[in-house]
Structures are given as C-alpha cells and as structure tokens.
C-alpha cells in the first residue's frame, strides 16, 4: 500500500476546497453533500497516514480527530438522509480547514516508535536523525526496497561510528589520535573525520574497542552493503541488492547501536 504523507493530504484539500473557504466560519462555506466523494477520499487518506506522522498533542489532537471523526459520521449520514445538505462545522470552523491546520503542524518524516531510542546519543537533533534512518531502512526493506534499505542503515551506522569516534577523543585526549597515525589515515580532525570511509571509520572504532568483535565483522559486511549507492561498482562486483544485503546491512546499525549503548 502506497505509503501517504500529511502533505499530500493537504494538497488534495486544497484541490477541493479553497483556502479562502477554509478559513471562512459562513455556513454555507462548508463542503455540500454533492462532494462527499471528494469527502471520502480524503478520509482515505487520511487513515493510510503512519502514526507516527501524526504528532499532535492536546487541543490539536482533539480538533484533529473531531475534524476527521464529523467527515467520517457526515459520509454515514448521506447515505441514508438527506438533510444537513453541508458538512458539519466543527466548533464553528470549517470541518476541512480545522483537518487542513491540524495536518499542517504534522511533519512527512518521524520515525516510527519502534525504533531503537539511541538515548546515548546527546545531540536531539543528531539522535533523530539517526533514528530516521533506521527508521526508513526498516520501511524500505517492509517495501522490498532493498537497495535503499542497505543505503539507509549504512548512513546509520557511519554516524553512529562517527559519533562514537568524536565522543572517545573528548574523553581521552590523543587516543585516536594515536589509532589514525598507526592507520595512516586523514589528519585526526573532526572535520578531516567526515572524509574516511566506513571501512575506515570501522577499523577506528575496533581499535577503541567501542565495538564488539561480532560487530566488527557485521559492520565489515554492511560496507559492501553500502557501496551500493555507486551503481558502476555494483555492476563491477556483481553484487546486486536483495533482502539478505538489505538486513546485513540494518543487523550492523543495530549492532553499533547495541554496543554503543
């Protein structure tokens, strides 16, 4: 089932209601039983919307669901009656103004609540971010998307790593330091950090012991796996993505996350 973002639930809005008339309290500004289909199809959108994509709290929680609830009983309604000829207003406001503002402070990217939480990570926004990844790794490959799955969990476990790497050198002055000159890598900077590769990054990171030998190999695997974004050496390594890469590649995300933890 085609996946369906608050955006796109506003747009159709839109397309049947104008936003001047959606802003607009007048009766007769309200949406006529002439376009219950229209109706319809936007509570069918509305029901294919993930959870997790619907963030609201509160008051706007609750004119949400009284938005999407008085569509739902007026539909019922014409069914078996004719009159009231238009929409029921909720708390006086237009039905498809108040779902139209309520979708509006809805985000098309959360992840989904069964993510790992990463609490480890200190940075929110980098915390979330992470999480997304995870998160749309394990909904591409629920879609048989298994090349942007591998791609998604191996951005995942780069930053993880990444982090990590940071995190040691705050804490122990010069120990990657010493790992990166013995490697010979980039110049042990934060910045010069974010040009290694994740075959790199994995070596660091073994060398700190801030992961588990099981994890190292898991990980060694997900490098591949993420090698995947250059189409030309996918054809030269005759390596095509399917589900197993795709769930090698979510197993080393969630074994960095695991140790990291």
């Known amino acids: 089932m085609p996946r369906v973002v608050p955006t ?15 802003r607009s309290k007048a009766p007769e500004h309200q949406i006529p039983r002439g376009h219950s289909a229209e109706l319809a ?26 938005s999407v609830e008085t569509i739902r009983h ?6 078996t009656n004719h009159d009231p000829d238009r929409l029921k207003p909720v708390q006086g406001e237009n039905t498809l103004g108040v779902l139209y503002d309520a979708l509006t402070m809805c985000p098309d990217e959360a992840p989904a609540p069964t993510t790992v939480e990463l609490k480890f990570v200190t940075d929110p926004a980098l915390r979330e971010s992470i999480r997304l990844d995870i998160s749309t ?17 191996g951005a ?47 070596r660091v990171a073994e060398a700190a012991k801030l992961i588990e030998n099981e994890t190292v190999k898991q ?12 189409p030309g050496r996918v054809l030269r390594l005759d390596k095509k993505p399917d ?15 695991r140790d990291l933890s």
């Open 156 to 202: 995942a476990t780069e930053a993880l790593l990444l982090w990590a790497i940071d995190e040691q050198d705050k804490k122990a002055t010069g120990s990657i330091a010493q790992i990166v000159g013995a490697m010979k890598l980039p110049p042990n900077k934060p910045d010069k950090r974010l040009k290694w590769t994740l075959a790199e990054m994995i």
């Open 74 to 79: 007026q539909l019922t309604w014409w069914q």
């Open 219 to 230: 990980a060694s695997l997900a490098n591949d796996f993420r090698n995947l974004i250059h």
């Open 8 to 22: 796109e639930v506003r747009d159709v809005i839109v397309a049947i209601q104008s936003l001047q008339f959606l």
């Open 137 to 153: 790794a394990n909904r591409n490959l629920i879609e048989r998307e298994w090349k942007a799955a591998a791609i998604f969990a």
């Open 243 to 257: 589900r197993a890469r795709a769930l090698g590649a979510l197993a080393a995300a969630e074994a960095v996350a």
């Open 41 to 66: 199809i936007v509570l069918a959108l509305v029901d294919r919307i993930s959870p997790e994509l619907i963030t609201l709290t509160g008051l706007d929680h609750t004119k949400y669901l009284m």
